[in-house]
């Protein structure tokens, strides 16, 4: 009994460590991971998971046309192709488009073959939405283990995460004001920023946004898009 109860523990123990690590917001097994970038002016990108939709995108873009900010928008696949004048509309405005999958699964016992889909999949409906650069990928949820990590390790690309994600806290769920005060008071050059606001559910982040945006301005901050925060790593 004694060595069962033992062989259990361990199991458990394993479990929870591969749990842990695919949920690791700054490393992975393989290739690299960025989830903040090391620089020393006082620059942020603020990202944005999901989408586009057709019912939200218009407003989320005055927003930011409003606050003269560009941002990096890691859209779905599935949802790119079903609202390609969304995700066009996004590109003319001025914004990056990332790889968030096709169908937003959790990619963690996944296949090669799935994988690639998933990624190569929205890859095209992002370059269809006429999109010409690197296409950064983030996995859905977070989460990211063996096989997914290998296979952009593979194509040398970046997983992109983030260091600032205010609304996990369900203290910052209904609360505007405290979801900005967080990103504002614990926001340090190079931060990248998770939101998600392309759904009904997520009102709470849409009037958080422009909050977040004016006060990160007043601590002298100024917005770029992920792989323009990774251009000034490399030049630095």
């Known amino acids: 009994m004694k060595k069962f109860l033992i062989i259990i523990v361990a199991v458990l123990a394993v479990l929870y460590g591969l749990w842990q690590l695919s949920s690791a917001r700054s490393y992975q097994l393989f290739g690299e991971l960025v989830h903040r970038v090391e620089i020393g002016d006082k620059v942020i990108a603020l990202t944005f998971d999901d989408g586009p939709s057709k019912r939200y995108t218009d407003e ?25 004048a969304q995700a066009r509309q ?3 405005a001025g914004h990056q488009l990332g790889n968030h999958s096709y169908s937003h699964p959790r990619m963690l016992f996944m296949s090669r073959a799935t994988v690639a889909s998933e990624i190569e999949q929205t890859d095209a409906a992002i370059r269809a939405a006429g999109y010409q650069g690197d296409i950064l990928f983030r996995p859905p949820y977070g989460k990211k283990l063996l096989m997914l990590p290998w296979y952009l390790a593979q194509q040398n690309r970046l997983t992109i995460m983030w260091d600032l994600e205010p609304e996990t806290d369900p203290k910052f769920a209904k609360d505007a004001q405290a979801m900005a005060d967080y990103v504002i008071n614990n926001a340090r050059p190079g931060s990248i920023v998770l939101l998600h606001v392309m759904y009904q559910s997520r009102q709470t982040s849409r009037e958080a946004l422009p909050l977040i945006i004016r006060g990160l301005k007043l601590q002298g901050y100024r917005f770029a898009t992920v792989s323009e925060l990774l251009t000034m790593r490399a030049q630095s």
């Open 60 to 84: 989320v873009l005055t927003i930011l046309a409003a606050e003269q900010v560009r941002a990096t928008f890691f859209v779905t696949g599935k949802e790119t192709k079903q609202n390609l």
């Open 90 to 92: 996004l590109l003319a």
